[in-house]
């Protein structure tokens, strides 16, 4: 078989550089799009959309072309309108084909389908992507039909036809033109525009986010300007009949206010939300093309290892309605290459999934960061693995030189998520012990001492300049108790809502500390057997303290990694390649395995010497009284171990909601501060540690429930991963272990959050010369400045349920005109005249006597709890009341 030859539309394709690139299939042939032009796709064609970028940099409309640092990270999409003819269709998937041979056959390939595009083809698009659709006519019979691009088949006319177009999304906006001007075709959780040329109607759905108003701003701006003029008019959900003369009857000539009837947003389909898959749904199939006829077998389910691929192979792994991989080992054949998507798809139709789920093929080492989640032990080609102990310490230890102090972590915030350290531990700290149900102080004598059978909460203060942070830490031993662990939970909440919210909470379980964690205790950290009993433990439990004698495994070369634990006092439990520490009444022994480091044998000196006298005792040199006092001699763990490196997995954002009584997370590709919306729960997952951030206005609910959302994270986790450390953080708090994840973080970023009357002075800024149409607020005199609702989301009883802004006690306020007549048989201004005639408001009244209004008064929160903690003021938090 020839080479084939290279399409002259690919020489545009720059060396030792990064590209983004988009080409429409036009007469069969590829034709390279304008760069005002990306974003905005027609129905009715075929796409072939390439980037290249450095591995773990954004791609995208944004990014400058620049030569790379190191070798770049390459994906190729093919992107089918739901009108493409089939050979348009057929162009474009046979020049992703070329396009890969061109590039040496290591790029990831991606089939994408109108409305079901994936999250990295979407995260190109910033500002939105852009569905078009294009009034053509074909030759033959004269009939209009939907489609794009001339072909030889069709033919563009100039007419111009109304068209209303749907804005959706909270991060990658999508505009996309509907097939008929209908209200039937809206909900009011989206925005919508109506397009007449001479008036571009912006209707604002009551429940649309910002990003969509804005978004949708600067879409009827396009517009205006690609029909050299015109008038925009926004107009809010409700607020049609406010249309004056020309505009009105343009409006009702398409969308007649008599026919208004829209869908809610809570029926109507979620903003690009996808559920996570269990691990063991997962399934992997290998391929065969035997005589032409594709062959698959399965070869197991979930979880997927990395040794379960074969490079002599392609494998197809199957995730369901979240879309498949076919992965084509480097030794597989060229035409396993080629055929590897027409494979997949023949599979989806076996397997009678959606013709539109997301498909990508992938070769051996050239596996994308969402791919390699999918595996348990995800390895890559360069990881080496090497000899060494069983216990790796941490990844700060290979930064010891490192300066950990708060300035420079807050200054190099990348350092400090590397680390995981935001100081070097030497703060302000308090601990306290729970036992029935209630904070026991721990006296300072013993701080770093835990018992495996209860748990603790440590609140730790630091400077940061001049603003004081903290962070909780609650500690859950193995043995502990489920009500001890509800418990612990419980008083960190309390103890953070003391501290008026801005302490980040640290979900620590026994064995998987975070690094800062053991800092704050300087290298003397020790968990004994033994602890409180519990109600769980039966009638006859006992309370079970230190023991006189005990031996202890110390693990650590720093004061930021070193932690003990006790394990039984007899010698089958040594090990050589660690220390130990066995503590008499007489006399401690600090006993260093031949397989322990020079540091590591001075960190467990350092700890024998705060137990009393020691005495040095290495590995072969033994006296008697040594092993008298373990029981006698015994064969024990001597041999080195092989240590595996632990990978390295790229941080993943994900938008997290259970809002349907089902955990879905939304992941978002090439994410940055922005991403970080102030209604929503995030989870960042570092692989090492988990992250919930919680937005100022984010569902009070979801904000309660985050970290069963993250256990349950962690329980559909196709790695199978657990009890890893969690960490809450709330808005504006951010410590920098956090936002080194981000890049570039800008502090001030929040400092100015956005009202309804913001978005309102935002949204003419966006379309300039627009016309403002907005429900205005009859409570506060201002002509837009609170947002309505409809009255099913008003008479919800449960004020926690309610909208952020909505107070429970003046519900009316948060009325459109129209529905406040409805509820009480006038309009505001007249009640307003009321109010001023007589001194009370009789709104109020009405919104407070169950006799009369709509739905029963909701009281604010008022728990009447009474804490048995009694909190004393340390003069080091001095913002403690």
Known sequence: MGELMRDPAFNIVPKNSTFFIIWRVENLELVALKREDYGKFHRGDSYLVLGGTEYGKPAGMEDIPHPPRGRLDIHIHFWLGSETSTDEAGVAAIKCVELDNMLGGGPVQHREAEGSESKRFLSYFKNGMRRVVMEVIELCPSRLLRGGVATGFRKVT??????????????????????????????????????TRSIIYVWVGRNSNNIEKLQAAKFASTLKQEHGGGTIVMVEDGQEAALQDRERLAFEELLPLNNKQVTPASEAPK??????????????????????????????????????????????????????????????TQKEREEALRNAQGFITKKGYPPHTQVSRIVQHGEPPEFKTLFKDWRDKDQTIGFGRQFSTSKIATTVQTKFDAVTLHMRPELAAKTQMVDDGK????????????????????????????????????????AERYILYYWIGDHASKDEAGTAALKAVELDDRLEGRA???????????????????????????????????????????????????????????????????????????????????????????????DEREMAKSLGASKGETLMVSEGLEKEDFWHVLGGKAKYASSSRLREEEPTHPPRLFQCSNASGVFKAEELINFSQADLMDDDVMLLDSWDTIFLWAGCHANKVEQRSAEAMAIEYLRTDPAGRKDIPIIKIKQGFEP???????????????????????????????????????????????????????????????????????????????????????????????????????????VSKIMTDSSRTPWSHVPSNDTNYSSDLHWQRPEHFCTFT
């Open 504 to 598: 980040v909470q640290v979900r620590t379980v026994q064995g998987k500390e975070p690094p800062h964690f053991m800092a704050v205790f300087g290298g003397k950290m020790v968990i004994f057997e033994g602890g409180f009993a519990s109600s769980f433990d039966g009638s006859g439990a006992r309370d079970q303290g230190r023991k006189s004698s005990y031996m202890l495994q110390v693990r650590g070369s720093t004061n930021h990694n070193t932690k003990a634990i006790e394990v039984d006092m007899r010698a089958g439990c040594l090990n050589s390649n660690d220390c130990f520490v066995v503590a008499t009444p007489q006399l401690t022994y600090v006993w260093c395995g031949k397989g322990s480091t020079g």
């Open 158 to 195: 100039d007419d111009f036809q109304p068209s209303l177009y749907h804005v959706k999304g909270k991060r990658s906006t999508v505009v996309k033109e509907l097939h008929k001007i209908e209200w039937e075709a809206m909900n009011d959780g989206d925005v919508y525009i109506l397009d």
């Open 427 to 466: 703060g302000q700290k308090e601990v306290w012990r729970i036992k029935n149900f209630n904070l026991i102080p721990v006296p300072e004598n013993q701080y770093g001492e835990f018992f495996m059978g209860d748990c603790y909460i440590v609140l730790y203060a630091y400077l940061e300049g001049a």
């Open 736 to 842: 920098p272990n956090f936002t080194g994840f981000f890049g570039v973080w800008d502090n001030d970023l929040w400092n100015d959050n956005m009202t309804y009357a913001d978005i309102c002075e935002r949204l003419e800024e966006a379309a300039p010369g627009a016309t403002v149409l907005v429900t205005s607020s009859f409570s506060s005199g201002s002509s837009k400045g609170k947002r309505t609702y409809p009255i099913a989301i008003l008479k919800v009883k449960d004020a926690e349920k309610l909208p952020p802004e909505v107070d429970p006690k003046n519900k009316e306020d948060f009325l459109s005109e129209g529905d406040f007549k409805t509820v009480f048989g006038c309009c505001p201004r007249e009640y307003l005249t009321d109010f001023d005639a007589r001194g009370t408001s009789h």
């Open 271 to 332: 903003d690009e939300t996808v559920a996570r898959r269990i691990s063991h749904e997962l399934k992997l199939f290998r391929c065969t093309d035997e005589s032409g006829t594709l062959k698959v077998a399965e070869v197991k389910n979930g979880p997927l290892l990395h040794a379960d691929l074969n490079t002599n192979d392609s494998f197809i792994i199957d995730n369901g309605q979240d879309g498949i991989w076919v992965w084509v080992g480097k030794k597989a």
